[in-house]
């Protein structure tokens, strides 16, 4: 039995004035996700804990049925998204050329530079240090105003915090050892923060910024890091859970994170076509990702929101007729809410869900919005999807079996036989 989990980024949302006091997914019109709610067992899902924000990566880090405490942090995402190799001993973090103003500290008017060229950056970077004591820092280009740093040496940790506070108007932060007193942690936020300093020196004063503001343009005069982290060992998504896993997407993140995995990764044009290659996969567990619902929220109008999901519901047919006719387990939820107003960039509500097959047990909800699932029969958090789906899918193991060296989740496709 295949799984296919439409997965809605940013999905879920707050009651808005200017929707009447409905969320953007109750506002909207969604006849076929709701034809779907009227199959389906619904609820509510709280990703991690309830109230905490989570990022996109670290949700589907624990939806994809990790454990929180083995996130090795977005900056190893990134990397892998960019094809970066990853080395066993290195610590890799995030960077983005950012402007900045000296007012009572270093004021950041711009997070990331306006309208900067990869010929400006490479010229930027031969200033960068590339040794302080001890530890070598490497910085190579990712995506637009966008790097990734990498730091080598026998005393270096990625137990450190960041220096991008993650919005305009804020002030670089000092980097400090993060959650430990361990003296390599403390010795590489020395060696950062002197590194950020050596490099806004010489950044100020580069002909490339002194140019670009004679022009009229902002400049890049410093580089703001975060996400530190260091190459994790996690088990496969198959070799965890027992199903050959596939994401359908259009991001560079979900490719990130489909490596990190070792999942494989199927990009799409559009959702039509990213519908039409989850129904045609022979993969056993298909995520089937779009970012538009969150991109919408960020504008912070609702309205915008509302069209995306309208526009989302319309490619779905297809969905709905193999759901209702196939061998087929089908999820719709999200990742995270992100509110479409106010001053959150993600925000700690619960989530909508439903499953949709021929083992569930259909509940009387009629509608696929936050306040008519809350009526539903499931209350699950983000670490129970896997589990839900294997058992859906009848695949999921006894507990207390032991069929091997290791604790599974889920029945073996192979076993070790007695050798006579």
Known sequence: ???????????????????????????ANTPNLDILCQQA????????????????????????????????GRGIINA???????????????????????????????RWTKDISLEEIMALKEVLPREIEGVTLQWDYSIGPHGVLKLKGDS?????????????????????????????????AKVLNRYLRESYAYLKHHPINLDRVHKGKQPANFLLTKWAGRKPNLRPFEEKHGMEGCIVGSSQLMLGISKLL????????????????ALNSDYEFIHLHTKTPDEAAHTKNPHNKVKVLEEIDGYLKPLVD???????????????????????????????????????????????????????????????????????????????????????????????????
């Open 1 to 27: 039995m295949k799984t296919i989990v439409l997965l809605l980024d940013g999905l879920g949302d707050r009651p808005q004035k200017e929707l009447n006091g409905k969320t953007p997914l109750e506002a």
């Open 41 to 72: 067992e619904t609820g509510m899902m709280i990703p991690w804990r309830q109230g905490v924000p989570l990022g996109t990566e670290v949700a589907h880090f624990i939806l994809f049925g990790y454990e929180i405490k083995d996130f090795p």
């Open 80 to 110: 892998l998204s960019r094809n970066f190799f990853l080395e066993e001993d290195a610590v890799y973090m995030v960077t983005s050329w950012a402007y900045v103003e000296e007012k009572e500290g270093l004021f950041i008017k711009e």
């Open 156 to 188: 270096i940790s990625s137990e450190i915090s960041d220096s991008d506070p993650f919005y305009d108007q804020g002030y670089v932060m000092a980097i400090e050892a993060f959650e430990t007193n361990a003296s390599n942690a403390e010795h590489t």
């Open 262 to 277: 070792g999942m494989d990764y199927i990009n799409y044009k559009d959702l039509k076509e990213g519908v039409d290659l």
């Open 322 to 420: 193999a759901a209702l006719k196939e061998d087929l387990l089908l999820v719709v939820t999200g990742d995270h809410t992100t509110p479409s107003s106010g001053e959150m960039i993600h925000s700690g509500e619960s989530l909508p869900i439903m499953f949709i097959g021929k083992n569930v047990r259909v509940d009387d909800v009629k509608t696929f919005g936050e306040r008519s699932c809350s009526k539903g029969s499931i209350r699950m958090e983000g670490c129970d999807l896997i589990q839900m789906i294997l058992n859906l899918t009848e695949r999921a193991l006894f507990y207390n079996f032991r069929p091997g060296a290791r604790r599974l989740n889920h029945i073996p496709k192979t076993i070790k036989k007695l050798k006579l």
